[in-house]
């Protein structure tokens, strides 16, 4: 019996009948905000069962391709039940997991079922339909001759707030010379009970996009552990060269992408420049350092008016930003074109502009 999914879930199938323990199989599509190589989810995956699963026995680890990416596998016996993990590793971070759970005394049946239905997965990237075609043509012939607002040159200050608490300050700063523009975003939280996330993003790019380099460094700290995770990544005229350690996991990866690609940090910084335009719907296609696949966000930008933000009465332009055709999120603009706030009035999380005093303020 299938059951549709809702979230990262998107399908669950469950053996019919009044069965003690049915077998059942899971299929899961996840993000990660922490890139994540296929070496290191062997490893969680084998932790994870000796934390989760004490005594388990590991029957099988198997190292695979599936939809031309690789994958991993590990069955193990916890008590009278096999479980069966895969996780396809569609870049560092997105991936797919099938999990399967079934009885030990149906497993010589439903075991290769499972793996025979694993087989033939495939992943089918979403074209742009017709209108994100449209909305890209008209991005990119504004990209081909943008010029970023002087006003946005200079040192720019947030707040970063989880609901009313502070928990952390973003620095920005733009500069420009020789045609070319350069920028740096330092980003600190402090969650509180040793949970720390730091982040350094350098950058570098001309106005039309066709040269860009960013240099990107995170490094999340808890009670446990420390993760630092760092790319340097260059984009030529459509060709992309990224060096990246992944918490002592090194790669280089060289690779082509289409006209009008973006690095996430520099779409950031040209979002701004489609503000300027006015009203309408527009299309970034953008790049994480840590993933080979560039992902779509459509972009509404509103008229100006005049709204409560943060408590304060602001003329402003409001804009809607859809990141990979799943997430929503929210932007007030100043006049200017200066942000002023990143996150809906009802978001948890959000990223207000603030003087120095008050975003360094402990």
């Not at 790319?231 to 990224?242: F, H, L, R, S, W």
Request: hydrophobic share 35%.
């Amino acid at each position: 019996m299938r059951h549709l999914g809702a979230g990262p879930t998107l399908a669950k199938y469950v053996q019919p009948g009044d069965l003690k323990i049915p077998s059942e199989y899971l299929l899961t599509h996840l993000h990660s905000t922490n890139p994540t190589p296929i070496e290191s989810f062997k490893k969680q995956a084998k932790d994870n069962i000796k934390e989760k699963y004490a005594g388990a026995k590991i029957l099988e680890e198997k190292d695979l391709t599936i939809a031309g990416k690789k994958a991993f596998r590990v069955v193990f016996q916890h008590n009278d039940v096999i479980q069966l993990k895969t996780v396809i590793h569609r870049s560092n971070i997105e991936f797919y997991l099938l999990d399967a759970v079934m009885p030990q005394d149906q497993a010589a049946a439903v075991q290769p079922v499972i793996e025979s239905s694993i087989a033939p997965f495939e992943i089918i990237p979403m074209p742009m339909s017709t209108e994100e075609r449209a909305a890209d043509a008209r991005t990119m012939t504004v990209i081909r001759a943008a010029k970023v607002d002087p006003s946005l040159l200079g040192e720019k200050w947030f707040t970063v707030q989880l609901g009313a608490r502070k928990v952390g300050s973003m620095r920005f700063k733009m500069t420009e010379a020789e045609g070319r523009y350069s920028f740096e975003t330092l980003v600190h939280n402090d969650f509180g009970e040793g949970n720390t996330d730091t982040t350094l993003v350098k950058g570098t790019f001309t106005p039309d996009g066709r040269m860009q380099k960013i240099v990107t460094e995170e490094t999340k700290v808890n009670p446990k552990q420390k993760w630092v995770f760092g790319a340097i990544a260059t984009m030529n005229a459509g060709q992309v060269k990224v060096s990246r350690d992944l918490n002592g996991i090194k790669e280089e990866r060289s690779f082509a992408v289409e006209e009008g690609v973006l690095f996430t940090d520099i779409a950031e910084c040209l979002r701004s420049v489609l503000v300027g335009v006015g009203r309408g719907t527009y299309l970034m296609k953008t790049l994480s350092p840590f993933s080979e696949e560039w992902s779509v966000e459509m972009i509404d930008v509103g008229g100006p008016e005049t709204l409560e933000v943060d408590g304060r009465t602001r003329d402003c332009t409001l804009v809607q930003a859809y990141v990979g055709r799943r997430k929503n999120m929210t932007y007030y603009y100043a006049p200017d074109r200066s942000v002023i706030r990143v996150g809906g009035p009802k978001d948890v999380f959000s990223i207000r502009a603030s003087t120095k005093d008050e975003a360094e303020k402990k």
